[in-house]
């Protein structure tokens, strides 16, 4: 079920899955976002019909009002309360994040910095026969938080045009200003371009399919993203102190995402590795989804023995995954030493899951070895932050010479000019030629 990696007498470094993309998907993807920008409405249309079978030509693609309380009615009220204590969760945890903006004056020098939420943002969340309430949250909420005023959420329809009622009250609730019945690549140029129906942003966030990945990677720097996602990952370190039967829960659960989720076990017991595989077989064996952990595990799961736990954590840092969890007895101990993941769930008592469903992490994080780089979706990504400066004529004075040496040794002359004639114009001299 699980490829087994030795590394207890070598020190073998594993690397991660890097995201490739399969040439005919990028020229489809290319088509698609051409049309878009030329076409605008009229190709969103009938691209949601060619692929989603939806056709919304009479019904338009956002989400009317009544939709939004027909989908409040419909959602059952536990399931409400569940989804707003997400909401709430994750308000608390990204209220946290925001850089704050800052002023001082020192020797002449005025200096601060300002912090300015984002215009317009664009939420992707995957539909059509999926159901991510969740992926809504994490997304809408951290750019509400931000201070974002327009926040579109697009998603596919279903082929009777609608989106499910979970999603429609987690938008609502997280603060989409808009949602639009759209997916794939040609939402996200529509959001990157702009049509009459849906706005240009200056931002595009979410988890998508391999054609939504794609259109984020053509047109970055038309729009910002907050990343190339790829498929889930799960690195597990444990020591002789987890309970096997916990660890083969976790290690099913991540492998429920999809056939191509790719899970690591990592551990310096053997016992443990094999008390481990055998109840994972009978945690499949009652598992809904079985087809698809077995699909995942046989193409893309292994258990690594390594010598020590110390060994464990640098098949972690190697792999850099999007999750990382450590059950083990001085687990804090060895979170303090990953220097690559996308978040650390640490203890028997703290399943991936709980992360998945905003207990102090966003489940936007960073894939195919991204994490050596690069952080999860947070509300920071939704801000910019500038300089302001402003100098005194004593500060002036005083700066230029320094400014003009250094200007002048990259042989920009004009630089150092623009420097010294205010220092000549400070001192009360006649600016020269």
């Avoid at 707003?84 to 704050?100: G, K, M, N, S, V």
């Avoid at 492998?255 to 310096?268: G, K, R, S």
């Amino acid at each position: 079920m699980l490829a087994l990696l030795d590394l207890r007498t070598r020190r073998e470094r594993l690397e991660p899955r890097h995201l490739e993309i399969d040439p005919s998907i990028a020229e489809t993807v290319r088509g698609i976002i051409e049309r878009v920008r030329a076409e605008g409405d009229a190709a969103l249309l009938e691209l949601t019909r060619r692929f989603d079978g939806a056709d919304l030509a009479e019904r338009g693609l956002l989400v009317t009002d009544d939709e939004l309380r027909a989908a409040e009615r419909a959602v059952p009220p536990e399931l409400r309360a569940s989804i707003d204590a997400l909401i709430e969760r994750l308000r608390d945890l990204h209220r946290r994040q925001l850089p704050e903006a800052w002023t001082e004056e020192r020797g002449g020098v005025r200096a601060a910095e300002v912090v300015t939420p984002l215009r317009a943002v664009g939420c992707y969340v995957p539909g059509g026969r999926a159901v991510y309430p969740s992926s809504v949250a994490m997304t809408v909420v951290p750019a509400a938080v931000a201070g974002v005023a327009e926040i579109v959420l697009t998603t596919p329809p279903a082929a009777d045009g609608s989106v499910h009622h979970a999603v429609l009250y987690a938008a609502a609730r997280a603060g989409a200003t808009r949602i639009a019945k759209v997916g794939g690549a040609q939402a996200v140029a529509a959001l990157a371009y702009g049509t009459a129906s849906i706005p240009a942003v200056d931002k595009v966030v979410g988890p998508g399919n391999v054609y939504v990945t794609e259109a984020k990677r053509q047109l970055v720097g038309v729009v910002g993203i907050d990343g190339l996602a790829g498929p889930s990952e799960l690195v597990l370190i444990a020591d002789a102190t987890a309970d096997p039967a916990l660890l083969a829960a976790d290690l099913a659960a991540q492998a429920e995402h999809d056939p191509d989720a790719e899970t690591t076990f990592v551990t310096p017991d053997e016992g443990l590795l094999r008390a481990t595989l055998q109840r994972l077989e009978a945690e499949l064996a009652a598992a809904p989804r079985a087809e698809v952990i077995r699909a995942s595990l046989a193409a893309h799961g292994r258990a690594v023995l390594v010598a020590d736990l110390e060994q464990a954590v640098a098949v972690a840092n190697d792999l850099a995954p999007e999750h990382l969890q450590i059950v083990a007895a001085d687990a804090r101990s060895l979170a303090e030493r990953v220097r690559a993941a996308g978040a650390v769930f640490l203890g028997p008592w703290t399943p991936v899951p709980f992360g998945d469903y905003g207990v102090a992490s966003n489940h936007v994080l960073p894939t195919s070895g991204t994490a050596r780089f690069a952080s999860g979706l947070r509300a920071a990504d939704f801000v910019t932050v500038r300089s302001v400066v402003e100098v005194s004529a004593e500060a002036a004075r005083a700066l230029a010479p320094d400014v003009a040496r250094v200007a002048e040794a990259e042989g920009l002359a004009a630089h150092a000019r623009a420097a010294l004639v205010r220092a000549e114009r400070a001192a009360g001299e006649e600016v020269t030629g």
